[in-house]
């Protein structure tokens, strides 16, 4: 009767919790960069931080271009992209997977 290793198991569920993870923080963060900049509460035009950057700069121009349209739909844009990659990962979760797990192996070889 063949056994097999309890390591490798572990080491393929580690790998697929991993890309797990990755997606769920793609996806987290993708959607959160597409809504935020557009809610009115809390409003993308009263960010404390940007305005204490523009008062410690001096740089009005600086807080009128951050809170431009432009900058807005860049990071709706960033957002999407996370959203994209993350979609991307789930369509090859088998080929990433096997990848890391390779590169997993890979990097044991070379420790010993």
Same mark, same amino acid.
């Given at each position: 009767?063949?056994?097999?290793?309890?390591?490798?198991?572990?080491?393929?569920?580690?790998?697929? *919790? #991993?890309?797990?993870?990755?997606?769920?923080?793609?996806?987290? /963060? @993708?959607? &959160?960069?597409?809504? +935020?900049?557009?809610? %009115?509460?809390?409003?993308?035009?009263?960010?404390?931080?940007?305005?204490?950057?523009?008062?410690?700069?001096?740089?009005?121009?600086?807080?009128?271009? *951050? #809170?431009?349209?432009?900058?807005?739909?860049?990071?709706?844009? /960033? @957002?999407? &992209?996370?959203?994209? +990659?993350?979609?991307? %990962?789930?369509?090859?979760?088998?080929?990433?997977?096997?990848?890391?797990?390779?590169?997993?192996?890979?990097?044991?070889?070379?420790?010993?």
């Amino acid at each position: 009767m063949l056994r097999s290793d309890p390591s490798i198991h572990r080491k393929a569920m580690s790998a697929k *919790l #991993t890309i797990i993870f990755f997606i769920l923080i793609c996806f987290e /963060i @993708g959607f &959160l960069l597409m809504v +935020l900049p557009w809610l %009115e509460y809390p409003s993308w035009n009263e960010n404390y931080l940007l305005v204490w950057l523009v008062e410690t700069l001096r740089w009005p121009a600086l807080g009128r271009f *951050l #809170t431009s349209g432009y900058v807005r739909g860049a990071v709706t844009g /960033i @957002g999407l &992209l996370n959203v994209i +990659l993350g979609i991307r %990962e789930i369509i090859h979760f088998k080929q990433t997977v096997q990848s890391f797990q390779a590169e997993w192996q890979g990097s044991e070889v070379d420790s010993k």
